[in-house]
Each structure stands twice: as structure tokens, then as C-alpha cells.
């Protein structure tokens, strides 16, 4: 999430499409190698060609309904859409590509031993795809790279927070991927060297579990989103500095954030003004701090300031039952 409030919709399109284009290209090239060859490892690698397709749809389709603007049903936006198709698009990744890769291993390791035929067609192919599936992941980690430095963080870090699942699921599908492109190519030459179909099957499992991972990782990922998770940690501890440091506020007594979608940010805080302030005062001082809120943090998309009285025990409970004594400073220092 950016500072700056720069959208990475736009590259996040360009990600995503240059991931589908070259996905479908290389799920025909490894059916055909895998026919040719007999390979369950081929095969399985096929699948899983399929499956970051159909991703990429998701992911589009995603992209596509969360830019809709709110409505009178829906009057915080349909932000929490992009979570939603791109949930669907990790249980895709497990449905068709991890089970397949699972069957077609099994299926190998204890069915009738297989031979070998034409090789080279599979190492050629696995070479083709390997180029191609290089040049959609290092667009994904130039986004995830780009990204990550604006907000000063890890790559680690950066995947761990982001609430654009766009990238994050291409850069995993793309590593994945390459992966096990070279999981193919030694159960195909293990295969070729023994003569024994026992290294391809086995190829075709660990390629089952690396999609298995892959999408147990992206799905969760989604489903934090869905439920509804806190703003970016930094961005959280900056709303309450600047509300905190306001001079008609004595203490920030609760202070809520959620993600609406990528780059949303709703903003709840309960406040204890000043008690010399009159009405009028509070109306003012609550449109200037969520000016100044959106001005510092254009992410930040809803803004809901309620006065409260910092000594109130049944407000009191609630926050402590939520965070924790350390975690609250209720009292709110200055």
C-alpha cells in the first residue's frame, strides 16, 4: 500500500495478463510433450499450466469488479471483491493442478510401469516453457520489487502485508512454476537414465504439493482480507500520532482500521476532546482531522470520529478485551 496513493491496478493488469498469455501458451506446448513423451511429469505440469490460467482469469475478473464505484447497496465500494475472486482463484490453483499433479503421480508410481518415448520433445518444451515462464515472473517481481521499496520494506515483509492479491499470486504462481519446470525436467531425466517410471511419478507429487502450498498460502492470504484486516501497521501507528497530537484531543481512547479493498482504507476512532470545547469546536476539529488524515494517507478512503470519555468502564473493557493492557496506552498519553 502506497503513501503516495499510487494505484497498482494498472500494473497489476499488465501482470497479470502477460502471466495468463504466457500460461496458456506454455499448458498447450507441455499437453502435447506430455502425450508424445508419456510423462506424468509433463502432465502434471500441463495441469498446472491450466490452473495459473484459469487463475489469471480470476485474477482479471478481480481486477475487473473491485474498480466498481459504491452504491447505495454496497456504500463502502466493492473493494472486498478483488479478495473474493482471488480466493476462487487458489482454490483453482489446488483443484486443478494440485489434485491432477496428485493423480497423475500416484497413478505412475503404482500403475503398470510406463516407457519412455521421444525425450528430447520434453526437454525442449520444458527449455521453451522455462524462458517464457522467466519472462512473466520477472515482471511480477519487478511489481513486487518497485513496490516493496516504496514502502521501504522486505520482499518478505512486502508479500506478507500487501492488499493487492494480484501480484502476490502471480509472483507465487511464477516461482511455483519455475520450480517445478525443474522438477519436470528430473523426473524426465531420471526417467531416461534408469528406466524407470518411478522418478517421473514422484516428480508429479512434489509438483501436487508445491501447488498444494502455493494455493493453502494465496487462500489465506484472501481470507484474512475477507474478514476484514487491519490497515498496514505503519499506517495505523501514524493515523493515531497525528490524532493523538491534535490540540482539541486529550486522548485517542480506540482506534480501528480495516482494508475495504486495495488501497481503502476505513478509519473508526473514538477520541476524548477537550471538555472546554464547545459543539461547534468538536464539528470543526473532526472535518480538519479527517482532512488532514486523507491528505497524509490517500489510502485512506472513510474517516468515522466519535467523542467518547476516556474514563467510561464499559468502553474501557471492550478495547482492553480486544488488544490487551500493553497493546492499548488507554489513557492515551500525550
Not at 483453482?92 to 496428485?102: D, E, P, Q, T, V
Not at 513486487?144 to 518478505?156: D, L, P, T
Not at 498444494?212 to 474478514?227: D, F, Y
Request: contains cysteine; hydrophobic residues 45%; aromatic residues 8%.
Amino acid at each position: 500500500m502506497s503513501e503516495q496513493g499510487e494505484s497498482p491496478k494498472g500494473e497489476s493488469t499488465v501482470t497479470v495478463v502477460l502471466a495468463g498469455s504466457v500460461n496458456l501458451a506454455i499448458a498447450i506446448l507441455k499437453a502435447i510433450a506430455g502425450v508424445l513423451t508419456g510423462s506424468g511429469a509433463l502432465l502434471s505440469e500441463a495441469a498446472h499450466s491450466v490452473a495459473d490460467t484459469m487463475t489469471e482469469i480470476l485474477l482479471l475478473t478481480a481486477l475487473r469488479r473491485s474498480s466498481k464505484p459504491a452504491d447505495l447497496v454496497h456504500p463502502f465500494g466493492y473493494g472486498k471483491e478483488r479478495y473474493f475472486w482471488s480466493l476462487l482463484a487458489a482454490v483453482s490453483i489446488f483443484a486443478s493442478g494440485a489434485m491432477f499433479s496428485f493423480y497423475e503421480g500416484f497413478s505412475t508410481v503404482f500403475g503398470e510401469p510406463e516407457e519412455q518415448e521421444n525425450p528430447i520433445v520434453g526437454y525442449v518444451v520444458l527449455a521453451i516453457a522455462f524462458v517464457l515462464e522467466s519472462i512473466s515472473w520477472l515482471q511480477a517481481m519487478r511489481q513486487v520489487r518497485r513496490e516493496s521499496g516504496e514502502q521501504e520494506r522486505s520482499i518478505a515483509q512486502y508479500l506478507r502485508l500487501v492488499d493487492d492479491p494480484a501480484p502476490k499470486s502471480v509472483f507465487f504462481e511464477d516461482s511455483a512454476a519455475l520450480i517445478g519446470l525443474v522438477l519436470a525436467f528430473l523426473g524426465l531425466l531420471l526417467h531416461q537414465l534408469t528406466g524407470s517410471s518411478l522418478y517421473d511419478g514422484l516428480a508429479s507429487i512434489l509438483i501436487g504439493l508445491l501447488l498444494a502450498v502455493v494455493a493453502w498460502s494465496l487462500g489465506l492470504t484472501n481470507l484474512r482480507l475477507l474478514i476484514g484486516r487491519q490497515a498496514d501497521p505503519v499506517v495505523v501507528r501514524g493515523i493515531r500520532e497525528l490524532l493523538r497530537d491534535a490540540p482539541e484531543i486529550e486522548a485517542v481512547v480506540d482506534l480501528q482500521t480495516m482494508l475495504l479493498g486495495t488501497d481503502l482504507i476505513l478509519v473508526c476512532a473514538r477520541v476524548d476532546f477537550d471538555d472546554s470545547l464547545h459543539v461547534a469546536d468538536v464539528e470543526r476539529a473532526c472535518v480538519r482531522l479527517a482532512g488532514e488524515l486523507r491528505e497524509r494517507y490517500p489510502d485512506v478512503s472513510e474517516v468515522f470520529i466519535e467523542p467518547v470519555p476516556r474514563t467510561d468502564p464499559d468502553l474501557r473493557a471492550a478495547v482492553l478485551a480486544r488488544y490487551g493492557e500493553a497493546a492499548t496506552r488507554y489513557g492515551g498519553q500525550r
